[in-house]
């Protein structure tokens, strides 16, 4: 099944990119507003728990979650058609969804009250299907580094993708990654609870295991001047090879 993407929300996120060293770069006092009223979500029409985020902007230079508790939220229909978000974490809104709330080319409107009693409604936004994923592949890089003139080997994820424009303009994804590890087949022992020292059995021996993360960055990208039937080598995640 095809997953397809419900934005809720939209954080625009400036982005400098250096050449070079990267260069430490501080707001001004104005800019680092703390207490705004953040709303993460990432809704899909797939089967399954659906999680809403409500917390209040932190520091930059000390950032922390500060989440949101006691909320009343809510997701609604164009026909007038709601469910509930329930919280089962602080500042954490799951709605267990049955495959038939969520569709495509419908659209959504999420409301929520604040134990304050404050009401934040959005606009209603459409579920458009999700642009296909043509192949992911990687390359060795050269990135530079906070030293000066000191840069890092790594590996540089990439995407190439079908451009479809009923997918909407402004495209987002959201990134696992797997490490697969291999152990050293070496003999292992175990202080057992009889107070003798053992051989671990190979049947308790794990040799290979693996190790799923989620990605904490935002990859997004925008349509709307982009032609063509393929859109090729969108930059994905780096990941550092000389410590990982």
Aim: charged fraction near 25%.
């Amino acid at each position: 099944m095809s997953r397809h993407i419900l934005f809720v929300y939209l954080i625009v996120t400036a982005f400098v990119l250096f050449s070079g060293c990267i260069e430490e770069y501080y707001p001004d006092d104005e800019v680092l507003k703390t207490g705004t009223l953040v709303v993460q979500a990432h809704l899909n029409n797939k089967a399954g728990e659906q999680t809403l985020v409500i917390s209040r902007s932190s520091t930059l230079i000390y950032p922390e979650f500060d989440p949101l508790s006691g909320c009343i939220v809510e997701v609604v229909n164009m026909e007038g058609d709601s469910r509930e978000f329930i919280e089962s974490a602080p500042g954490n809104y799951v709605f267990n969804h049955d495959d038939q709330f969520f569709r495509i080319n419908e659209e959504y409107c999420l409301i929520f009250v604040t134990p304050g009693g404050r009401q934040y409604e959005s606009e209603f936004e459409k579920i458009h299907p999700v642009a296909e994923i043509e192949s992911i592949y990687y390359q060795l890089e050269s990135h530079p580094t906070y030293e000066q003139d000191v840069n890092e080997e790594g590996v540089q994820f990439y995407m190439d993708f079908e451009i479809e424009k009923e997918s909407g303009r402004y495209l987002r994804w959201q990134v696992t990654e797997t490490y697969e590890i291999h152990n050293h087949e070496s003999e292992a022992w175990i202080f057992d609870v009889d107070r003798r020292l053992k051989l671990l059995p190979d049947s308790s021996s794990w040799r290979n295991c693996w190790i799923t993360l989620g990605i904490p960055e935002i990859f997004t990208l925008d349509l709307g001047h982009v032609e063509g039937e393929i859109y090729k080598k969108m930059p994905l995640n780096y990941v550092n090879t000389e410590t990982r």
